[in-house]
């Protein structure tokens, strides 16, 4: 679980930060952040990427969020099945709520002069990269948790003693 802790920072970290590069794109183009004011854009590459980030914060399977919240519950059940259930939940309305989000954004009319730049491309598809790459190999971001996760605990359990 405290693995799992460490792999859900480094993808909420990316994720959040790729969901407000969205957020800012709208703002700089509409100047207001309201959802009423909103014009969402045509552009394949702003809904590409405001998906992946907000998949990766719901936790789907294939983004870094899905890694470290498996791992984070894996961990929980071993010591209480009633909080686990408590921790799924709290990921059923997060779900819930950001997908509720999605739909506001895209039910909204689409401006067709909208569109990414070259630089706004870029700079959201490095932050797009290691979510999908560390989602599809966890492996060497895993590795290295563990193997903090490990001294932590020993740390913890050298105290209590």
Same mark, same amino acid.
């Given at each position: 679980?405290?693995? %799992?802790? =460490?792999?859900?920072?480094? %993808?909420?970290? *990316?994720?959040?930060? *790729?969901?407000?590069?969205?957020?800012?794109?709208?703002?700089?183009?509409?100047?207001?952040?309201? *959802?009423?004011? =909103? +014009?969402?854009?045509? %552009? &394949?590459? !702003?809904?590409?990427? &405001?998906?992946? /980030?907000?998949?990766?914060?719901?936790?789907?399977?294939?983004?870094?969020?899905?890694? %470290?919240? &498996?791992?984070?519950?894996?961990?929980?059940? !071993?010591?209480?099945?009633?909080?686990?259930?408590?921790?799924?939940?709290t990921l059923v *309305?997060?779900?819930? !709520?950001?997908?509720?989000?999605?739909?506001?954004v895209r039910s909204?009319?689409?401006?067709?002069?909208?569109?990414?730049?070259?630089?706004?491309? /870029?700079?959201?598809?490095?932050?797009?990269?290691?979510?999908?790459?560390?989602?599809?190999?966890?492996?060497?971001?895993?590795?290295?948790? +563990?193997?903090?996760?490990?001294?932590?605990?020993?740390?913890?359990?050298?105290v209590i003693r």
């Amino acid at each position: 679980a405290v693995a %799992g802790a =460490m792999l859900q920072n480094v %993808g909420h970290s *990316l994720a959040n930060a *790729l969901l407000f590069m969205v957020v800012c794109v709208n703002l700089a183009r509409n100047k207001s952040d309201s *959802l009423e004011d =909103m +014009q969402a854009p045509a %552009g &394949f590459s !702003y809904w590409a990427f &405001f998906s992946l /980030a907000m998949f990766s914060a719901i936790g789907v399977p294939g983004t870094v969020g899905f890694v %470290g919240e &498996f791992m984070i519950l894996f961990g929980l059940s !071993y010591k209480s099945w009633w909080i686990t259930i408590a921790a799924v939940m709290t990921l059923v *309305l997060s779900a819930t !709520y950001m997908l509720r989000l999605f739909h506001k954004v895209r039910s909204r009319p689409a401006d067709p002069e909208f569109r990414l730049n070259l630089l706004e491309k /870029a700079s959201m598809a490095l932050i797009a990269i290691p979510i999908l790459w560390f989602g599809i190999f966890p492996s060497f971001l895993a590795e290295y948790a +563990q193997t903090t996760a490990r001294l932590i605990a020993q740390g913890v359990a050298g105290v209590i003693r």
